[in-house]
């Protein structure tokens, strides 16, 4: 797929432009509100320790609080989370603004920003998860990702601009109350959004024990398919982290002893960050349109590699620029790769969760290198330190990718995700969320079929659930064992059959076989039971379709 077909269809899907929109806007807003904050505790207190510790109190509930967020990600509606945490952070930003503008106590504001903190810690695990359930096939979520940290990066760019603006023209009020209008933006936005389990919230009585069998089915699933890339990504999660947190510390070091050069060079190192970040996001979309994401995984993280390198290495201003943005860009791709991996491999039932557990330890590696890091460099030196930093990357990307493996290259092909968008139309899977049936249509496989061949043989054991997609087959039983079958119907494109077995554990009870060559999509049966039990109105349709006579298990 082409990079400009696959961003043109992007576009051309309403609730996620809406989505990526609205949450643009107020990132904008949150570069305001942190420009603003800073300033306000360093006015008031004209104390640089205050200052640092205002900012490690804001990374503190990222640490406790992540991961429950995460539960509560996969536990409750995602759309609604995401509301009750812009909603709640807008009121809190209007009050402090009302307490700058009264110059009300220190404290008090900073408490409340720690609070905002709070709420933000369930954002990044639901927006996480709940992005990937409005795109309409795995395809658009490569894009979606890469329009997504583009997006944020240009905020990152414009955000503080603006703050600088509005705080010379009106001071500090403003830039709080701006950020709360945004909120109140984009909750208009999400509120008009789809919910991903409108289905379920639907389901007839009984779907709240489904839902316990979906999620103990996914968990099953992810023990035994994707814990081990799970971990590669973490690991990838860890080591730039780590190296980034770092990072941002060793700016001040780098800029005054290694350049030469006043503090102020610092801001340029920055804002070389965040142009780097816009130019790794943009470049990202030219690999996440393809399967295989093991190689730009790679890429990202040798340019994350060479451009920390490079700094330790550099001793002028331009070269250290340059370096800054390679070195950004770098994390950028292997952000936006993994993620797309990541919403690939992990089922959407247990994405929240996930995303709790890698933010949680991805934050304490980041607070870990703005430790360790300037530690390091009044040891060793800030060149060696960064040469340091820059192997570790290599030495942490290769053994996360051979942790992630094949998974990496788990793309859908075109035919796959044309064959997955007609089953999406079958009316069997009528209302189910095109989100679930990509998430398990992605696991099937399709099957080119020789006249005669028996698929399922009555009396067998029950493993697969398959969709015709061309062909005719016949439907075959034996009442007695060593009677001669009777033939009961015929199937043709869009029938499925083997399903009876999977639904009630029993046997084949039917023969079916190939009157003609044909293809079939064949699903496995533990993506097919997380798929039933994912969607409570799929089973009994499936057994009231067997009833009717237009199916076989």
């Known amino acids: 797929m082409s990079v400009l077909r696959a961003y043109r269809g992007l576009l051309s899907n309403g609730p996620l432009v809406r989505l990526l929109g609205g949450e643009f806007v107020s990132s904008i807003g949150d570069w305001l509100y942190l420009v603003a904050l800073l300033i306000v505790v360093y006015q008031v207190s004209q104390d640089p320790l205050i200052l640092g510790i205002v900012g490690a109190a804001r990374i503190l509930p990222y640490v406790l609080l992540s991961i429950p967020a995460g539960i509560v990600a996969d536990r409750y509606e995602r759309r609604f989370v995401l509301l009750v945490t812009d909603v709640a952070r807008g009121v809190i930003m209007l009050v402090i603004a009302w307490l700058v503008a009264v110059d009300g106590p220190l404290l008090a504001i900073v408490l409340l920003a720690v609070l905002a903190t709070c709420f933000s810690c369930f954002f990044g695990p639901t927006?996480?998860?709940?992005?990937?359930?409005?795109?309409?096939?795995?395809?658009?979520?490569?894009?979606?990702?890469?329009?997504?940290?583009?997006?944020?990066?240009?905020?990152?760019?414009?955000?503080?601009?603006?703050?600088?603006?509005?705080?010379?023209?009106?001071?500090?009020?403003?830039?709080?109350?701006?950020?709360?209008?945004?909120?109140?933006?984009?909750?208009?936005?999400?509120?008009?959004?789809?919910?991903?389990?409108?289905?379920?919230?639907?389901?007839?009585?009984?779907?709240?024990?489904?839902?316990?069998?979906?999620?103990?089915?996914?968990?099953a699933r992810l023990d035994r398919r994707t814990l081990i890339p799970l971990?590669?990504?973490?690991?990838?999660?860890?080591?730039?982290?780590?190296?980034?947190?770092?990072?941002?510390?060793?700016?001040?070091?780098?800029?005054?002893?290694?350049?030469?050069?006043?503090?102020?060079?610092?801001?340029?190192?920055?804002?070389?960050?965040?142009?780097?970040?816009?130019?790794?996001?943009?470049?990202?979309?030219?690999?996440?349109?393809?399967?295989?994401?093991?190689?730009?995984?790679?890429?990202?993280?040798?340019?994350?590699a060479v451009g920390v390198a490079a700094l330790g290495l550099t001793s002028s201003l331009a070269p250290a620029l340059l370096a800054m943005a390679l070195a950004s860009a770098g994390s950028l791709l292997t952000e936006v790769v993994s993620t797309t991996i990541f919403q690939r491999t992990v089922p959407s039932a247990l994405r929240g969760r996930a995303l709790g557990s890698i933010a949680t330890i991805s934050t304490l590696a980041y607070a870990a290198?703005?430790?360790?890091?300037?530690?390091?460099?009044?040891?060793?030196?800030?060149?060696?330190?960064?040469?340091?930093?820059?192997?570790?990357?290599?030495?942490?990307?290769?053994?996360?990718?051979?942790?992630?493996?094949?998974?990496?290259?788990?793309?859908?092909?075109?035919?796959?995700?044309?064959?997955?968008?007609?089953?999406?139309?079958?009316?069997?899977?009528?209302?189910?969320?095109?989100?679930?049936?990509?998430?398990?249509?992605?696991?099937?496989?399709?099957?080119?079929?020789?006249?005669?061949?028996?698929?399922?043989?009555?009396?067998?054991?029950?493993?697969?659930?398959?969709?015709?997609?061309?062909?005719?087959?016949?439907v075959d039983r034996?009442?007695?064992?060593?009677?001669?079958?009777?033939?009961?119907?015929?199937?043709?494109?869009?029938?499925?059959?083997?399903?009876?077995?999977?639904?009630?554990?029993?046997?084949r009870t039917?023969?079916?076989?190939?009157?003609?060559?044909?293809?079939?999509?064949?699903?496995?049966?533990?993506?097919?039971?997380?798929?039933?039990a994912s969607a409570a109105e799929v089973g009994p349709r499936l057994l009231a379709i067997h009833r009717g006579g237009a199916t076989s298990g």
Not at 510 to 525: F, K, N
């Open 231 to 304: 971990a590669g990504l973490g690991l990838i999660d860890v080591v730039t982290g780590f190296v980034f947190g770092g990072l941002g510390v060793l700016t001040v070091i780098l800029a005054v002893d290694q350049l030469g050069l006043d503090e102020a060079a610092t801001g340029y190192l920055n804002a070389a960050v965040g142009v780097g970040g816009i130019i790794g996001a943009v470049g990202s979309s030219a690999f996440v349109v393809r399967p295989a994401l093991r190689v730009p995984l790679v890429i990202g993280a040798l340019g994350l």
């Open 127 to 219: 927006i996480g998860a709940y992005l990937p359930n409005l795109v309409r096939d795995e395809n658009e979520l490569g894009p979606a990702n890469s329009a997504w940290s583009t997006l944020d990066n240009l905020a990152f760019v414009i955000g503080p601009s603006i703050a600088a603006i509005l705080i010379g023209l009106s001071g500090l009020t403003l830039a709080f109350v701006l950020n709360a209008v945004s909120f109140a933006f984009v909750a208009l936005v999400l509120w008009r959004l789809p919910s991903e389990r409108g289905e379920r919230d639907v389901a007839a009585p009984g779907a709240d024990a489904t839902e316990d069998e979906a999620a103990e089915t996914s968990e």
């Open 478 to 507: 034996a009442e007695t064992e060593g009677a001669v079958p009777a033939h009961l119907r015929t199937l043709g494109q869009d029938d499925v059959f083997g399903e009876i077995g999977l639904l009630t554990g029993s046997a």
């Open 369 to 474: 290198g703005s430790l360790v890091l300037p530690v390091a460099a009044g040891i060793v030196g800030i060149g060696q330190v960064l040469l340091a930093s820059g192997v570790l990357v290599v030495v942490g990307s290769l053994v996360a990718v051979w942790l992630i493996g094949s998974t990496g290259d788990h793309g859908p092909s075109a035919e796959l995700t044309t064959a997955a968008t007609r089953v999406a139309a079958l009316t069997v899977f009528a209302g189910v969320p095109a989100s679930r049936l990509a998430d398990a249509f992605s696991r099937a496989v399709e099957l080119e079929v020789a006249p005669g061949t028996v698929v399922v043989r009555q009396g067998e054991a029950a493993d697969r659930f398959y969709v015709i997609l061309a062909g005719t087959f016949d």
């Open 510 to 532: 039917a023969t079916v076989s190939a009157t003609a060559a044909g293809r079939l999509l064949a699903l496995d049966a533990p993506e097919f039971l997380a798929l039933v």
